[in-house]
């Protein structure tokens, strides 16, 4: 899977919204936490705790602990966005409404799919006494190369 391009200036903010949340917090802006974003953002689209702790112990000395409760804060400040996209590990990704998941039920494989419209008509709905702050949306299917292969046999 490809890795995401996250410019400079989105960089910055980034870690600007997380400072902000730390310190909302009360909590300590340590070095690892910022690595911990930083290496986020050189993941691949989806990514799981296990690869990016592999990714982070060679630079740095942190407990799989740490980055775990990093991405769980990284999660609560709508830094990243935390999936279930099967039903045994959950997967994570910059936060941003304007996509779909295309999820093959025989292989596993996701698929985004990145258009404008998504996020502009969801922000359209209006939902009685509920706010929304995030959505995510997964279609669930057999892809293209799973029904090549059923074809074949």
């Known amino acids: 899977m490809k890795k995401k391009h996250v410019d400079q ?3 910055d903010h980034l870690k600007e919204t997380f400072a902000v949340y730390i310190k909302s917090k009360k909590m300590r802006q340590t070095p690892e936490r910022f690595a911990i974003l930083d290496k986020t953002l050189e993941q691949k689209v989806h990514f799981d705790i296990d690869e990016l702790y ?3 112990e060679a630079d740095y000395h942190v407990s799989r602990s740490t ?3 990093t991405v769980e804060l990284l999660c609560e400040c709508n830094i990243l ?3 279930y996209l099967n039903e045994t590990q959950a997967v994570y990704e910059l936060a941003d409404d304007r996509h779909l998941h295309l999820i093959c039920l025989k292989c596993g494989a ?3 799919v990145h258009d404008e419209k998504v996020g502009e008509y969801l922000s359209t709905l209006k939902f009685r006494g ?3 702050t995030s959505s995510t949306t997964n279609i669930y299917g057999i892809c293209s190369a799973c029904s090549r292969k059923r074809k074949k046999t």
């Open 110 to 112: 996701v698929k985004e």
């Open 81 to 83: 966005r935390k999936h």
């Open 9 to 11: 200036s989105l960089r």
């Open 67 to 69: 980055v775990y409760n």
């Open 130 to 132: 509920f706010h929304p």
């Open 54 to 56: 592999k990714n982070i």
